[in-house]
């Protein structure tokens, strides 16, 4: 595994080792996110991602849809990013499920299995789509634009 490091960049901008992306700046990020996903070491890395790009996001964890389901009855997150491939209840149906639960749900979308049909369904359900595995800066980005209301989400 290479190593990543996440800071601001000279301009304030969030970035990845080094490579800061336009219009995440730390200090205009707030909220609480979720991250849902069945492998450990990827849910650990977007959350460790989003909390040291964004001091002030309080971020959780949830290790499948029916576990995330659960804490958000409990508890409101302003955003909620969610791997696809899960076992159990994939991220689009747990999305799904989630926004009919809680309408003003904020979804982002990860995966690297994504064929056309797929990403045109989540774009068509309001939401974004970040390709897992890709560039850690772009779920950063994401996260920031969705939490600052900057819509529509099109990573």
């Known amino acids: ?54 001091p002030d996001l309080d971020v959780r964890e949830a290790e499948s849809g029916a576990k995330a389901l659960e804490m958000m009855d409990r508890t409101g997150f302003d955003v909620v990013v969610s791997d696809h491939r899960m076992s159990g209840m ?30 045109e369904r989540v774009h068509a359900a309001g939401w974004c789509f970040v390709e897992k595995g890709g560039d850690p800066a772009d779920i950063v980005e994401a996260v920031a634009r969705v939490l600052r209301q900057q819509v529509p989400m099109r990573t």
């Open 1 to 54: 595994m290479r190593s990543v490091q996440v800071r601001a960049g000279s301009e304030g901008r969030v970035g990845v080792n080094g490579q800061s992306k336009p219009g995440a700046t730390p200090g205009d990020v707030r909220g609480r996110a979720l991250v849902v996903d069945d492998e450990y070491e990827m849910r650990y890395l977007t959350r460790l991602f989003l909390e040291h790009a964004f």
């Open 90 to 119: 994939d991220g689009y149906s747990f999305l799904r499920e989630a926004c009919q639960t809680i309408p003003a749900t904020n979804c982002i979308l990860m995966t690297a299995y994504a064929d056309k049909q797929l990403r």
